[in-house]
């Protein structure tokens, strides 16, 4: 379901996609519905302290490149501002026509240098306040990334394109 709602490839690691997604683990939110049946309602927010508590040590032991723009998941969680898309999914899993994960599927070489000119001013140690820190800030930088997937996109496309039309020519 995580995958359908963040608009992911489904080679992203589960972890990553449900906390993308806002989805609690599934052990998490049984351990804390049992935890309010068993104490009443009034342990929920005990309850809801808990679970943000053990959901934020694993993601701290998690090491994927979504740490890089959620660092607090409770915040991540819990913020206002929506707005997934495909593109932004993409940007936050590093799953897409990134250098990188071109360069693992065995693609194309990798092109982290360029992709980190083009953040400017947003590093990987900043990037995670910029995206929770208000609306403004939240689609300056979904709007930089749309920007960067959007090109990534059409670089890829004309690759193939060009692959595409070789293996013809090499066919003909």
């Known amino acids: 379901m995580a995958i359908g709602i963040a608009m992911a490839y489904r080679t992203v690691p589960t972890t990553a996609i449900k906390l993308i997604a806002g989805q609690i683990p ?5 351990e804390e519905r049992t935890m309010i049946y ?3 309602a009034g342990s929920r927010a005990e309850a809801r302290r ?4 053990k959901w934020q040590r694993r993601w701290d032991e998690y090491e994927g490149w979504t740490k890089v723009f959620v660092k607090d998941l409770e915040k991540w969680v819990s913020r206002k501002f929506r707005g997934l898309d495909y593109c932004i999914t993409q940007a936050l899993t590093g799953h897409g026509v990134f250098g990188s994960y071109l360069k693992r599927i065995g693609k194309q070489k990798t092109e982290r240098e360029r992709a980190q000119e083009r953040l400017g001013g947003i590093t990987a140690e900043n990037i995670a306040e910029c995206l929770q820190k208000n609306e403004v800030s939240w689609r300056a930088v979904t709007d930089m990334l749309r920007g960067i997937i959007g090109k990534k996109g059409k670089d890829e496309r004309e690759r193939q394109n060009r692959a595409r039309a070789e293996k013809n020519m090499i066919g003909a």
């Not at 808990?50 to 508590?53: A, H, I, P, S, Y």
């Open 26 to 30: 599934t052990d998490l939110a049984i």
């Open 38 to 40: 068993e104490r009443g």
């Open 50 to 53: 808990m679970l943000f508590t």
